[in-house]
């Protein structure tokens, strides 16, 4: 079973502690995914890279996917918004699967 905290917003939220999941694909793509939370109107998602660009994307849903560039790691941070308020759900850290492999081998690649 999960923790939770509670959190007061209008009513009473309940905030999933750890639920906030990423993993990335070989086809380019980081696959994000958490537990929803009573009364969220909607989720956002900032995504930065290593050259610390942020791009902001919303969804109503629970899980999305975010392409990725090679060779690159990535913070994806996700926060509900519930009424007026923006609730932290989670930090993930991850790179790119090309990143991954080329950290892996005994061969000299090189991600630029």
Not at 17 to 32: H, P, Q
Not at 38 to 48: F, N
């Amino acid at each position: 079973m999960k923790p939770f905290i509670k959190q007061e917003v209008r009513t009473t939220s309940t905030i999933p502690i750890d639920s906030f999941k990423s993993a990335v694909t070989e086809n380019g793509t980081a696959s994000l995914s958490w537990d929803p939370v009573q009364c969220a109107e909607k989720y956002v998602i900032l995504t930065m890279d290593n050259k610390n660009e942020v791009k902001e994307v919303t969804t109503t849903n629970t899980s999305m996917e975010v392409e990725v560039s090679s060779c690159n790691k990535y913070t994806f941070s996700l926060k509900a918004v519930v009424g007026s308020r923006e609730i932290e759900m989670g930090h993930q850290e991850t790179v790119s699967y090309t990143h991954l492999r080329a950290h892996e081998t005994s061969l000299h690649l090189v991600c630029r």
